[in-house]
C-alpha cells in the first residue's frame, strides 16, 4: 500500500486526471502518465470492434503520437487489484523497467505502486 499523501505533487496531478477521465467517460479504468517534459496525457479504455486498449496503452499511445521519448510516471484510477503486465510493459516500451506504475481506487486513494518492468 501507498500513502496517498506521500506523492508529489507531480504524481498527485495524474492520479487525478485519471479519475477525471474515469468518471467524466464512465468507463472502468483511467489512465494518465507524465513525459519527460512534464506534459501528462489522460485516456479512458477503447472498446472498438476493431480496437482494444486498456487506459494505460491508449495515454501510452497518446504520449508516443505526441512526440514523447520517455514517461516518468503513470497512474491507473480502477477497481483491480493489480496493473495488468501488458499495461506495465506498455509503460517500460517508453519508460523504461524502473517508471513507477501507479494503481489508485475509485477513491483515488493510491493503493499500490509497481515498476513498469520489460515491454521486452
Same mark, same amino acid.
Given at each position: 500500500m501507498t500513502d496517498s499523501n506521500a506523492l508529489t505533487a507531480e504524481d498527485r496531478k495524474i492520479v487525478t486526471l485519471a479519475r477525471s477521465v474515469r468518471a467524466r467517460n464512465g !468507463?472502468?479504468?483511467g489512465a494518465a502518465v507524465r513525459d519527460e517534459t512534464g506534459r501528462t496525457y489522460a485516456a479512458g479504455s477503447v472498446h472498438l470492434p476493431s480496437l482494444r486498449l486498456s487506459a494505460l496503452q491508449t495515454a501510452v499511445a497518446? @504520449? !508516443?503520437a505526441s512526440g514523447a521519448t520517455s514517461l516518468? @510516471? @503513470?497512474a491507473v484510477v480502477s477497481e483491480a487489484e493489480g496493473v495488468a503486465p501488458e499495461d506495465r510493459a506498455a509503460v517500460g516500451d517508453l519508460g523504461g523497467p524502473e517508471t513507477p506504475v501507479l494503481l489508485a481506487g475509485p477513491d483515488g486513494a493510491v493503493r499500490l505502486t509497481v515498476p513498469a518492468g520489460s515491454g521486452q
Open positions: !468507463v472502468p479504468e497518446m @504520449a !508516443v516518468e @510516471a @503513470a
